[in-house]
């Protein structure tokens, strides 16, 4: 069974960077395509981005788009978000989640991470 760890969030300064990590576990990550979601305080949860098992990309999130790199590296178990250029606007819990194939729905990810904090203030 597939297990999902995030780390790399913390406390940016705006226009700073952050790259998350989303370590596989379990099961070999080729297998999965994998989302990056985030949940704003008093706000539903959202998809970031999600890459599928060939190394495509879906669209971005129009708030990241151009700020906002996804990649993986299946050799490592690993896929990472590049957030550049961050706003007050990103603070959130991000969560990595996999199932076989990208989907616009967020109830159809079946393995999710803890989630990771990431702030963005002054």
């Known amino acids: 069974q597939l297990q999902l760890v995030e780390s790399g969030g913390g406390l940016v300064q705006p226009g700073g960077s952050l790259r998350l990590s989303c370590a596989a576990s379990?099961?070999?990550?080729?297998?999965?395509?994998i989302g990056w979601f985030r949940q704003a305080p008093g706000k539903e949860r959202e998809r970031v981005v999600c890459?599928?098992?060939?190394?495509?990309?879906?669209n971005y999130a129009d708030s990241v788009k151009g700020r906002f790199t996804i990649s993986r590296h299946n050799a490592n178990n690993t896929v990472y978000l590049q957030m550049n250029s961050l706003k007050p606007e990103d603070t959130g819990i991000y969560y990595c989640?996999?199932?076989?194939?990208?989907?616009?729905?967020?109830?159809?990810?079946?393995?999710w991470g803890q989630g990771t904090q990431v702030t963005v203030s002054s």
């Open positions: 989640a996999g199932r076989p194939y990208c989907s616009d729905y967020i109830e159809e990810f079946e393995y």
């Open positions: 379990g099961s070999n990550l080729y297998y999965y395509a």
């Open positions: 890459i599928r098992r060939s190394g495509a990309s879906t």
